[in-house]
């Protein structure tokens, strides 16, 4: 054998030390087998966790997929029970509120047609100032914020009110101020599941494409009546 191949036979069984090597220093790390670390990691995800500043959340299920939970107020409210709202209204909040139209303001204001209304603006009712400054009007999205946790909403609130924690507790709720609100807004669009918004894009799609085939462009608005 020349020089040359020894060198190569050297080379390799260097490379395979090296391997051996590194792999036992993987694995002391990791799993905390050898001397080297001060941690006993239990798993790579915590040995992860620990050695870089950032990491990925990952949730999964039985069948082992990841789950992504999307918060979505159209579609919580969409399934609202308004006499459970009744309910929770009676037994949470009618102590402090009045609801109807002729009710008067106790440790809270009068809640007849709050839902779209200013913030702490009934008349007669010495607000704390802590609502006035958020931002909006309320909306359900900021009923929804405000009773999940009035204190974190409004800090300094004299609402003395831990918060309605059950997402569909509150989608209740809102469902029964807006009961008691004359022409309350909507209620907000469930959100278009991801297949629904490919099948509208591609019904958007293929109308244009009906158009440009035709090359006539849509006939306009019709005018409204007038004499109404
Ligand atoms: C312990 C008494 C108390 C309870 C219980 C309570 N509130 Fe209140 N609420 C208040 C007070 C006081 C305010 C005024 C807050 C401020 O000025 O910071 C208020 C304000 C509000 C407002 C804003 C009114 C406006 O004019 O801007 C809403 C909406 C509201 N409460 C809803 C509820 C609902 C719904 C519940 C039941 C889940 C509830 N509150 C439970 C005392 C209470």
């Known amino acids: 054998m020349g020089e040359l191949g020894l060198n190569k036979v050297f080379g390799a069984i260097l490379a395979v030390a090296l391997v051996i090597l590194g792999l036992r220093e993987v694995s002391s790390i990791v799993f905390g087998g050898g001397h080297h670390g001060e941690h006993h990691y239990a798993s790579v995800n915590e040995w992860a966790a620990e050695?870089?500043?950032y990491r990925v959340e990952m949730t999964e299920n039985s069948s082992a997929e990841v789950v992504e939970e999307?918060?979505?107020?159209?579609l919580l409210m969409a399934g609202a029970d308004i006499s459970?709202?009744?309910r929770s209204f009676k037994g949470k909040c009618a102590t402090c509120h009045s609801i109807d139209q002729d009710g008067v303001n106790g440790t809270g204001p009068n809640l007849f047609a709050i839902v779209g209304a200013a913030k702490g603006a009934?008349?007669?009712?010495?607000y704390s100032g802590a609502l006035t400054v958020t931002e909006g009007d309320w909306s359900y999205g900021n009923l929804d914020l405000w009773l999940e946790a009035p204190s974190r909403y409004a800090r300094g609130t004299?609402?003395?009110f831990a918060g309605l924690k059950r997402d569909n507790e509150r989608a209740n709720m809102l469902a029964y101020l807006a009961a008691y609100t004359?022409?309350?807004p909507?209620?907000?669009?469930?959100l278009p599941s991801a297949e629904e918004s490919v099948e509208e894009a591609e019904l958007v799609e293929t109308a244009e494409a009906v158009v440009e085939a035709d090359g006539e462009e849509a006939a306009p608005a019709e005018?409204?009546?007038s004499d109404i």
């Open 84 to 86: 459970a709202g009744e």
């Open 70 to 74: 999307v918060y979505d107020l159209g």
């Open 51 to 53: 050695s870089f500043a």
């Open 158 to 160: 004299s609402m003395a």
């Open 223 to 225: 005018e409204p009546a």
């Open 122 to 126: 009934k008349d007669g009712f010495s």
């Open 182 to 184: 004359p022409e309350a």
């Open 186 to 190: 909507e209620f907000p669009q469930p």
